[in-house]
Antibody
C-alpha cells in the first residue's frame, strides 16, 4: 500500500491550491479516504472524508465552503481543492486510508499560506 | 461534535517503565477509538483500533482499553523507540473524526 501526496507549496492568502494523493497497492474504490492536516508544531486535525463512490463528503467546520474533497477511482486518486486560503491553513496535509482506523498514511505535503 | 481530551500533555519516563496515557470523549463513542504514534517529521502510525485491538506488526507491549468515554493506552515496558507523540482519535461519529491534542512521551 502506498499513498503519495503532491501539490503543496507557497500560496498567498485568498489563493487556491489543489492537492492530489496517488494510491497504489490496494483496491482504492473500496475504502473511505480522508485528509488530515498538522500545523507546524501542532497536533493532528481531521479535515475531510469521502465515501467510496464519492457520494458522501464531510468536512471540519473550519474548512466548510472553502475546501472540496473529491476522488477519481479510475485513476486511484484523491484530491483536495482548497480555495480562499488563510494563514491558519498552513500545515502538512496527509491523505489517509480509513480501514480499521487510519491504517495507511502518505508522507504529507506542506502548504504554506503567506504573503 | 465529539471532543477528545488526552492527559497528560507531556510525560517523562525511563526505558523499562510502564506508562499509561488517558483519553476522554465528550460523549460515548462505544469502542470506536484508535491510537496513533507519531515521530518528528513522519506520518502517524496506527497502533490500536476499536479501543483494544492491536494493529498488525505493532509490538505486544502496546495495549489499549476502555469503553464509552474513557480510554487508556498502556506501554508495558518502554523501549528507546517508543519516545514519540501519541494521539487518540474517535470514529464513532463516522462522518466526522476528531483527534485528541496529543501526548508527548519524553525521556526522563
Amino acid at each position: 500500500v502506498q499513498l503519495v501526496e503532491s501539490g503543496g507549496g507557497l500560496v498567498q492568502p485568498g489563493g487556491s491550491l489543489r492537492l492530489s494523493c496517488a494510491a497504489s497497492g490496494f483496491t482504492f474504490g473500496t475504502y473511505w479516504m480522508s485528509w488530515v492536516r498538522q500545523a507546524p508544531g501542532k497536533g493532528l486535525e481531521w479535515v475531510a472524508n469521502i465515501k467510496q463512490d464519492g457520494s458522501e463528503k464531510y468536512y471540519v467546520d473550519s474548512v466548510k465552503g472553502r475546501f472540496t474533497i473529491s476522488r477519481d477511482n479510475a485513476k486511484n486518486s484523491l484530491y483536495l481543492q482548497m480555495n480562499s486560503l488563510r494563514a491558519e491553513d498552513t500545515a502538512v496535509y496527509y491523505c489517509a486510508r480509513k480501514g480499521k482506523g487510519f491504517d495507511y498514511w502518505g508522507q504529507g505535503t506542506l502548504v504554506t499560506v503567506s504573503s | 461534535d465529539i471532543q477528545m481530551t488526552q492527559s497528560p500533555s507531556t510525560l517523562s519516563a525511563s526505558v523499562g517503565d510502564r506508562v499509561t496515557i488517558t483519553c476522554r470523549a465528550s460523549q460515548s463513542i462505544y469502542s470506536w477509538l484508535a491510537w496513533y504514534q507519531q515521530k518528528p517529521g513522519k506520518a502517524p502510525k496506527l497502533l490500536i483500533y476499536r479501543a483494544s485491538s492491536l494493529e498488525s506488526g505493532v509490538p505486544s507491549r502496546f495495549s489499549g482499553s476502555g469503553y464509552g468515554t474513557e480510554f487508556t493506552l498502556t506501554i508495558s515496558s518502554l523501549q528507546p523507540d517508543d519516545f514519540a507523540t501519541y494521539y487518540c482519535q474517535q470514529y464513532n461519529d463516522y462522518l466526522i473524526y476528531s483527534f485528541g491534542q496529543g501526548t508527548k512521551l519524553e525521556i526522563k
